[in-house]
């Protein structure tokens, strides 16, 4: 990973002051959930093939891009060994009628990395503040497995991720290889 190295110290003063505010929002948001029946986090399991796959390959083609099942999305296979083995973890979001409306998972790299993937939110639930939460999930949960930097990949028409990523402190980075369908990397450190 170049240049990851010079960008962690402002990537890692930015987490600082931002961390407290981040988990307060998403504790808060988890309490609020706890109260509210719907949209509800679950861990995923291998019996949500169809219903992930629906979720990422419709908001991939929404933004005119091309799912690729053999190997950029051959993980949505099989999260159990792509993720729960590996020490990572995916989480989808349910709304009242259990339909997945949004997922994430924390693929684990080394040198206690992780990758941000598959984060995507139905349209029809977008707006909402359910894309921040998310992303406080994956941050907290990254935390919590032990991961001090969390990177992703990402596409230019996702404007509106971009804009998240960076908002929460991501700095973009030249990686060695990129996904066929992403033109931008990030990093985040969290410690």
Same mark, same amino acid.
């Given at each position: 990973?170049?240049?990851?190295? @010079?960008?962690?110290?402002?990537?890692?003063?930015?987490?600082?002051?931002?961390?407290?505010?981040?988990?307060?929002?998403?504790?808060?948001?988890?309490?609020?959930?706890?109260?509210?029946?719907?949209?509800?986090?679950?861990?995923?399991?291998?019996?949500?093939?169809?219903?992930?796959?629906?979720?990422?390959?419709?908001?991939?083609?929404?933004?005119?891009?091309?799912?690729?099942?053999?190997?950029?999305?051959?993980?949505?296979?099989?999260?159990?060994?792509?993720?729960?083995?590996?020490?990572?973890?995916?989480?989808?979001?349910?709304?009242?009628?259990?339909?997945?409306?949004?997922?994430?998972?924390?693929?684990?790299?080394?040198?206690?990395?992780?990758?941000?993937?598959?984060?995507?939110?139905?349209?029809?639930?977008?707006?909402? @503040?359910?894309?921040?939460?998310?992303?406080?999930?994956?941050?907290?949960?990254?935390?919590?497995?032990?991961? @001090?930097?969390?990177?992703?990949?990402?596409?230019?028409?996702?404007?509106?991720?971009?804009?998240?990523?960076?908002?929460?402190?991501?700095?973009?980075?030249?990686?060695?290889?990129?996904?066929?369908?992403?033109?931008?990397?990030?990093?985040?450190?969290?410690?």
């Amino acid at each position: 990973m170049r240049r990851l190295e @010079g960008q962690a110290i402002i990537s890692c003063v930015w987490t600082w002051l931002c961390r407290e505010t981040q988990q307060g929002a998403f504790i808060r948001k988890t309490r609020f959930m706890a109260n509210d029946p719907t949209p509800r986090l679950r861990r995923v399991s291998n019996k949500d093939l169809e219903a992930r796959t629906r979720l990422v390959y419709g908001v991939l083609k929404e933004y005119k891009l091309e799912p690729d099942p053999g190997a950029t999305d051959a993980d949505l296979k099989d999260i159990e060994r792509s993720y729960f083995a590996r020490g990572g973890t995916f989480f989808v979001l349910t709304d009242q009628d259990g339909s997945i409306v949004g997922a994430y998972g924390l693929y684990p790299l080394e040198n206690q990395t992780c990758e941000l993937r598959k984060m995507y939110l139905h349209k029809s639930h977008r707006g909402k @503040g359910l894309g921040k939460f998310l992303l406080d999930s994956a941050l907290v949960e990254a935390s919590r497995l032990g991961f @001090g930097t969390v990177t992703l990949e990402t596409a230019s028409v996702l404007k509106e991720a971009i804009a998240l990523y960076e908002r929460y402190g991501f700095v973009e980075y030249e990686p060695d290889h990129l996904s066929i369908r992403c033109d931008h990397a990030y990093f985040l450190q969290l410690r």
